[in-house]
């Protein structure tokens, strides 16, 4: 005898899947100002985007050559958090460096 809850009486059982998506990522850019020291920028690049004194060094030169350099990728919130840091940073010590956001 089978138990009213366990038969199927004809139906299909699926099994539901959920596709998680990953979250959209943004570059951090660094901009360059021609105030802004070499060794802040690159204190900024090891302090807060957790870069070694040689990647701090070569983002920091990006900047200053071409303007603009990747400080780091990721999501939305953490590179929104990460922005407000480096200018709350960059006002105290009367830099104007500039931070913006770009989706990857």
Do not use: W
Request: with cysteine; charged share 30%.
């Amino acid at each position: 005898m089978a138990d009213s809850d366990t038969e199927l009486h004809g139906e299909v059982l699926t099994d539901e899947r959920v596709e998680t998506k990953e979250p959209p990522r943004f570059k951090v850019l660094l901009h360059n100002d021609d105030y802004t020291t070499m060794e802040f920028v690159v204190s900024i690049l090891e302090n807060i985007f957790q870069k070694t004194k040689h990647e701090a060094t070569r983002i920091m030169l990006n900047v200053h050559n071409d303007g603009v350099g990747i400080a780091g990728i990721y999501t939305r919130e953490i590179c929104e958090t990460k922005i407000t840091i480096v200018h709350e940073l960059a006002r105290k010590n009367q830099f104007p460096l500039r931070c913006s956001m770009e989706q990857e």
